[in-house]
């Protein structure tokens, strides 16, 4: 097994930084690794280093980021912030910058793929830019997620209050269409993240003529981070298309 990444800090806060793992011969892409756990604090990114190690074992630079969460500093700013900043923080790292593809679990799923739309925001404009997504069990459409209860409140957590107009900017579902494919892995078993975010997200992109696809796997909702199982081999397949 690889060691693990090299610890690449990208701000002053000891959540903002970054581990970068790298394959044996030239990268043939980035791939951001997102952790998720409802935004919050309890859980960080060492969810993140067993895919990581898998990405570089199979040609990829894996840049497996930390953010401030709900607990530690974060929240709606804070953790939209150090996600923009950790990605753009590639730019001074040796890897390549022409594919560039977020993968998210979970909350890490909508973190990936709020990320495509950050440049449309003053706040947040890319200096490098994505150009795919992949979300895991992504919690794609906050309103819902919300109604639903989802990790016990979270939403309400992450954003400060229960979610309403002004929060369109950092919910998914709100900024369909994107310009960069979205491909999204869901486990039919899932009960944590219902799949019916991943399946209404879908829906709403290729409606409004985006593209982007729902992959349906057979587990739950920890099946897609387990580097062992055929969830992840699709996942790698997937990645590999994008």
Request: aromatic fraction near 8%; hydrophobic fraction near 40%; include cysteine.
């Amino acid at each position: 097994m690889r060691p693990r990444g090299t610890r690449v800090a990208y701000g002053d806060d000891p959540s903002q930084f970054a581990e970068l793992s790298l394959p044996s011969g030239t990268p043939h892409g980035t791939v951001v690794v997102i952790h998720g756990g409802f935004w919050k604090a309890t859980y960080d990114l060492s969810l993140g280093r067993p895919l990581a190690t898998s990405l570089a074992d199979h040609g990829w630079a894996a840049w497996n980021i930390e953010y401030r969460r709900v607990g530690n500093g974060g929240g709606v700013q804070q953790t939209l912030d150090d996600v923009a900043a950790a990605v753009d923080a590639l730019a001074d790292q040796a890897v390549p910058h022409d594919r560039v593809i977020a993968l998210g679990h979970s909350a890490g799923g909508h973190l990936a793929t709020w990320a495509a739309s950050r440049g449309r925001f003053d706040r947040w404009r890319a200096k490098v830019d994505l150009t795919g997504v992949v979300a895991q069990a992504g919690v794609l459409d906050l309103w819902s997620a919300y109604a639903e209860g989802l990790g016990g409140g979270a939403v309400a957590g992450f954003l400060g209050h229960p979610p309403g107009a002004g929060d369109e900017p950092v919910d998914p579902l709100h900024q369909v269409p994107l310009d960069i494919p979205v491909h999204c892995v869901h486990g039919v078993g899932d009960d944590v993240v219902p799949i019916s975010q991943s399946h209404a997200y879908v829906r709403a992109a290729t409606e409004a003529g985006a593209r982007a696809e729902l992959t349906e796997i057979q587990g739950d909702h920890f099946e897609v981070i387990d580097p062992d199982t055929e969830a992840w081999r699709q996942t790698l397949a997937i990645l590999d298309g994008l």
